[in-house]
C-alpha cells in the first residue's frame, strides 16, 4: 500500500516534468506555478485567516476577475500571516524592523533578513500606487506578483518552523 505521503511526492514530480517537457504547450498567458501554489497552501494550513484570504485571491486570479481585489486579499493574506508568527498586530509596513530581526534570530543571513524587508518595503509601495489607493493593476504583473508573494509565505512559515 502507497502511503499518501509518497504518492503526493509522486504527483509533484509528474507535475513539475510536465511543465518543464510541455511547459511551452501551455496556451494560458495566465497561468500560476501550480506546485509553488499547493505547496504555499499546505504551509499556510496553520494560519487559517491567513489561507483564507490567500484562497480568495487564488480563486479570483483562477477566474481571471477582480484584479484589484485579489492583490489586495493577497497582500490582506500576507499581512495576516505575518502577524500571527511576529505576534503582533502592526500593519504590513510597520513589520520591517520585527521581520529582520526574526529572520536573523532563526538562524537567517543578514542579507536574507535585508532582502525580506525590501521585498516587503516595495510590495507595500507596489500596493499602495496600483492596488489600495488605485484601480492601476497592470495585468501581466499580477502573475509575478502572486508568485513573489507565495515563496516569500512558505519561507517566512518554514523559518518559524525552525
Known amino acids: 500500500m502507497v502511503s499518501y505521503k509518497a504518492l503526493n511526492t509522486k504527483v509533484k514530480d509528474i507535475k513539475l516534468k510536465l511543465v518543464t517537457r510541455y511547459g511551452h504547450l501551455n496556451t494560458e498567458l495566465d497561468s500560476v506555478n501550480e506546485i509553488l501554489i499547493d505547496e504555499t497552501k499546505h504551509w499556510l494550513n496553520d494560519y487559517p485567516d491567513s489561507l483564507k484570504q490567500y484562497q480568495s485571491a487564488l480563486d479570483k486570479f ?3 476577475i477582480f484584479e484589484r481585489n485579489l492583490l489586495d486579499d493577497l497582500r ?4 495576516l500571516l ?4 511576529l505576534e503582533n498586530e502592526k500593519s504590513l ?5 520585527d ?3 526574526f529572520i536573523q ?10 532582502m525580506f524587508q525590501k521585498l516587503i518595503e516595495y510590495f507595500s509601495k507596489y500596493q499602495n500606487s496600483y492596488v489600495k489607493h488605485n484601480d492601476n493593476v497592470i495585468e501581466e504583473e499580477i502573475e509575478f506578483v502572486f508568485e513573489i508573494t507565495s515563496s516569500f509565505m512558505k519561507h517566512f512559515i518554514r523559518i518559524n518552523k525552525l
Open 62 to 64: 483562477k477566474g481571471n
Open 105 to 114: 534570530d532563526r538562524g537567517g543571513s543578514k542579507e536574507l533578513g535585508n
Open 93 to 97: 509596513e510597520n513589520q520591517l524592523s
Open 99 to 101: 521581520l529582520g530581526k
Open 76 to 79: 490582506l493574506s500576507l499581512e
Open 82 to 85: 505575518m502577524k500571527g508568527i
